[in-house]
């Protein structure tokens, strides 16, 4: 009876975090924030590439290998003269190296101290979720009736980023 029990509760557990990401939300994602990143003022111009950094921990990385092979698939080739580079990195051992943060889920502390750093490095931070903006988030993805983008107006003037007016106008 306790085995049933305890493989009851471990597909649900399982459930649950097999139906936290939606692929077709992921898909829009792959796809929009290496273009919203490219109308930041604050990425290098002169730099050859838009390194991505998908930040991933435990049960998720095989969610941050699927949102990769979004990416890879829809940016094979550059895009504005950059070639887009994606790696995988874990919340605890974040480099910070990246032009772009794309966060998946986390605690709130750890969502606040990673997005606090790298709004001081003037690294950009999407969201796969956009109630993260909250704990300091500079953007996600509104889905809707239609598609806009969401940006976390208080980190925009707190940390100086900087977009193209026409991304602000949507």
Do not use: C
Request: charged share 25%; hydrophobic share 40%.
């Amino acid at each position: 009876m306790t085995q049933r029990v305890f493989a009851l509760l471990l597909l649900a557990q399982i459930a649950l975090v097999a139906s936290h990401y939606n692929s077709t939300l992921m898909e829009l994602e792959a796809k929009l924030f290496v273009k919203m990143a490219l109308l930041s003022e604050d990425i290098n111009k002169s730099k050859k590439s838009l390194d991505i950094t998908i930040v991933s921990q435990g049960s998720d990385h095989n969610y941050a290998h699927e949102f990769k092979n979004l990416i890879e698939k829809n940016y094979k080739e550059k895009i504005m003269d950059k070639s887009v580079v994606v790696s995988i990195e874990e919340f605890s051992n974040l480099t910070y190296k990246a032009d772009l943060l794309i966060l998946l889920h986390s605690k709130e502390k750890l969502l606040r101290k990673v997005s606090k750093t790298a709004n001081a490095k003037k690294i950009l931070t999407f969201s796969y979720e956009p109630s993260y903006i909250a704990y300091g988030v500079l953007g996600s993805l509104y889905i809707g009736v239609s598609t806009k983008p969401l940006l976390n107006k208080d980190i925009i003037r707190e940390y100086g980023f900087t977009f193209n007016p026409y991304l602000l106008k949507l």
